[in-house]
């Protein structure tokens, strides 16, 4: 099949495109050209690069066109956001699949556990209400092509920080883990989070471009199949660096004191979700279980980091 993937040289793309290749496939990438992939693969040599502005082209009005050009039999873009720039894309598609990253950001707050793709969306932010008004427009709305949406969670692995046992990406927090065990958490340190390996997003991905008898029409969550508590998060860094745990449970307003209040905003926009969502339709329909644990996910992460 010949595949376009717009975007693909990130954290998803870094594992997608090579595994495309490696089945056969011929593999089209669509992005600025600014990222180099996270890890080095020689099946990135078989891989036929279009560097593109999307934002220009899209201002100019020949994102589509390009694509077009192309000649993809499926696509997959994982820098798309708004109803606008999905009518421009599909505008210059001729039927083929469209699967599409979207986001469990889109959900809001977790209403029920676990969190399945049938329950209804209450978006906090913008960000959030773009994803879900993306989804109800490609996969309800539009009829041009057939789309699959994909909802990763806290995208990890190695190459990058993964979201902290504080809620954040402030790597001191690590450094202190290795250092003594020591941690400062927010409140109680019960608030989750869900973190999933890039590879398993990007499976989820794959499976969904491949199976479209099955997957058009459809939302697929991609996360790791358990969520993890602060405070637990922190105790496994702490042992992981041959530390016994010291946590330092802090009132909200002591911790923002204590952690800057930039950092604060990105741990307050992740306790307050406190996500647990299912992978239980990825399973049931595209025969996908995560080959990564929540653990196996942010310990790779982890060990990646040179600079702790």
């Known amino acids: 099949m010949n595949i376009t993937v717009i975007g693909g040289t990130g954290h998803i793309g870094t594992y ?26 020689e099946a990135w040599s078989s891989v036929k690069f279009v560097t593109c502005d999307r934002e220009k082209a899209e201002a100019d009005g020949v994102f589509g066109q390009l694509i077009a050009k192309q000649k993809p039999e499926g696509v997959i873009d994982h820098r798309l956001f708004t109803k606008q720039q999905a009518r421009q894309l599909l505008d210059s598609l001729d039927g083929q699949h469209l699967v599409v990253t979207g986001s469990i950001w889109s959900w809001g707050r977790t209403s029920v556990v676990p969190m399945t793709e049938d329950v209804p969306k209450e978006p906090l932010t913008d960000y959030d209400a773009g994803k879900a008004a993306l989804e109800d427009f490609l996969l309800r709305e539009q009829t ?55 590879a398993d997003v990007a499976e989820v991905h794959k499976l969904a471009l491949l199976n479209s008898e099955v997957s058009a029409g459809e939302a697929f969550n991609a996360v790791a199949e358990q969520s993890i508590t602060l405070r637990a998060y922190a105790a496994l860094l702490a042992r992981h660096f041959g530390h016994e745990p010291q946590m330092n449970f802090l009132p909200w307003s002591d911790f923002v004191t204590e952690v800057g209040e930039r950092n604060a905003i990105m741990t307050h926009d992740h306790i307050t979700r406190s996500p647990h969502f299912s992978m239980a339709k990825a399973q049931r329909i595209l025969g996908f279980t995560p080959r990564y644990s929540e653990e196996k996910t942010v310990l790779s992460a982890v060990d990646a980091l040179v600079d702790l």
């Open 144 to 198: 041009q092509v057939t789309a699959s949406m994909v909802h990763p969670s806290h995208i990890s692995g190695p190459g990058w920080a993964a979201v902290n046992p504080a809620g954040n990406f402030d790597v001191e927090v690590y450094r202190s883990l290795k250092r003594d065990g020591s941690a400062t958490l927010p409140l109680d340190g019960m608030a989750l989070l869900q973190h999933v390996h890039a």
């Open 16 to 41: 997608l495109v090579p595994s495309l290749v490696r089945d056969g496939h011929k593999v089209t990438v669509v992005s600025r050209g600014k990222q180099k992939p996270y890890s080095e693969d």
